[in-house]
């Protein structure tokens, strides 16, 4: 796996921002550049588990392992989920097993800096570089106070 950062300029405080990345609906529509029907079910806090969804019973489990509001969410997956179930481990999931995914956020020129670091398994890596900029671009816009529509 490789560690891959993206970072965003905001003009939004630290605290907007936050809510833009954590808040059900405003997350629905970031993460929809990623798969429409895009979700997550938890409460956010640090030791939760976490089920990332896309409205189709696939995606990820994964747990909360630090929160530092409105500082940094760090989430470490832990594997696939596949027809609404989550898998033990196999091939696949192992390329996700233990990878993690940071949010941090930092107060800059008036605004914030929003960075974001992940492990990615190689064979994702030109799909996370492509379509992690268009998911920076939309929680710009909702944090602006724009729309992605």
Same mark, same amino acid.
């Given at each position: +796996?490789? %560690?891959?950062?993206?970072?965003?300029?905001?003009?939004?405080? @630290?605290?907007?921002?936050?809510? #833009?990345?954590?808040?059900? *609906?405003?997350y =629905?529509?970031?993460?929809? #550049?990623?798969?429409?029907?895009?979700?997550?079910? $938890?409460?956010?806090?640090?030791?939760? %588990?976490?089920?990332? !969804?896309?409205?189709?019973?696939?995606? +990820?489990?994964? =747990?909360?392992? @630090? @929160?530092?509001?409105? /500082?940094? +969410?760090?989430? =470490? &997956?832990?594997?696939?989920?596949?027809?609404?179930?989550?898998?033990? %481990?196999?091939?696949?999931? /192992?390329?996700?097993?233990?990878?993690?995914?940071?949010?941090?956020? @930092?107060? &800059?020129?008036?605004?914030?800096? !929003?960075?974001?670091?992940?492990?990615?398994?190689?064979?994702?890596?030109?799909?996370?570089?492509d379509?992690?900029?268009?998911? !920076?671009?939309?929680?710009? *816009?909702? *944090?602006?106070?724009?729309? $992605?529509?």
């Amino acid at each position: +796996m490789e %560690k891959l950062q993206f970072s965003i300029d905001i003009a939004a405080p @630290r605290q907007k921002v936050w809510d #833009v990345l954590w808040d059900d *609906a405003t997350y =629905r529509k970031w993460t929809s #550049v990623f798969t429409e029907g895009s979700h997550a079910e $938890t409460d956010w806090q640090e030791g939760s %588990k976490v089920l990332f !969804l896309d409205g189709k019973g696939a995606g +990820m489990y994964s =747990r909360i392992d @630090r @929160r530092v509001e409105p /500082e940094l +969410m760090s989430i =470490r &997956h832990l594997g696939e989920i596949r027809d609404g179930v989550e898998q033990s %481990k196999d091939d696949q999931a /192992e390329d996700w097993e233990d990878a993690t995914e940071n949010y941090l956020l @930092r107060e &800059h020129n008036g605004g914030t800096q !929003l960075q974001v670091e992940l492990d990615g398994a190689d064979e994702y890596k030109d799909y996370f570089n492509d379509i992690f900029p268009k998911a !920076l671009a939309a929680i710009k *816009a909702l *944090a602006e106070g724009g729309d $992605t529509a």
